[in-house]
């Protein structure tokens, strides 16, 4: 007699004689406890289970890794863009903005694609509030703030797109910048 031939009761379908009342067991636990070792649960179903579930983990931590190196970069992109609007403020040397903003955008774009975006974002939110407190605070008119908003946008741009920013590096701006 094999295991599919063996008859089974509707109550050896949850409950083994050796069971504790209110244990769970599965449906093979009669078969071990009639004392045929014949028969085990077949492997497809546990190790479909197991599978799933490694599967999931797996894209899970995967997705996680991603996200977590993507934010990694973002922060780092960031302090990089202070760091250019430190040294922008330290240096105050006249005509050395476009440089710094090509120089933080650069920077924090090395660090991937959360560079790039934190430093679009930091960017298109500065030159949007520029926008307003220009001609609050500087009394500049709109045609020269959005001059050089423009300007200051293809300098963040030309920073992160990958190339030089010394290419807007004026002259006699001292080295340690």
């Given amino acids: 007699m094999t295991c599919r031939d063996s008859p089974r009761a509707p109550d050896q379908l949850f409950s083994s004689p050796l069971s504790l009342p209110g244990m769970a067991q599965n449906k093979y636990s009669h078969l071990s406890a009639a004392g045929t070792d014949q028969c085990s649960p077949p492997l497809g179903i546990s190790t479909m289970k197991l599978f799933t579930g490694l599967i999931l983990c797996s894209l899970v931590l995967g997705v996680h890794s991603q996200w977590m190196s993507f934010f990694g970069e973002a922060y780092e992109g960031a302090k990089d863009m202070w760091r250019a609007y430190s040294d922008m403020r330290e240096a105050n040397y006249k005509g050395a903005d476009k440089y710094f903003h090509a120089r933080g955008n650069y920077d924090a774009a090395q660090r991937g694609p959360g560079g790039a975006w934190a430093a679009k974002v930091i ?46 590096r004026p002259a006699g701006l001292p080295d340690k910048y």
């Fill in 123 to 168: 960017s298109d939110a500065r030159e949007n509030i520029q926008r307003f407190t220009d001609p609050l605070f500087k009394g500049t008119t709109s045609g020269q703030g959005q001059e050089d908003s423009r300007a200051d946008q293809a300098a963040n741009e030309w920073g992160r797109s990958g190339k030089d920013p010394n290419h807007f």
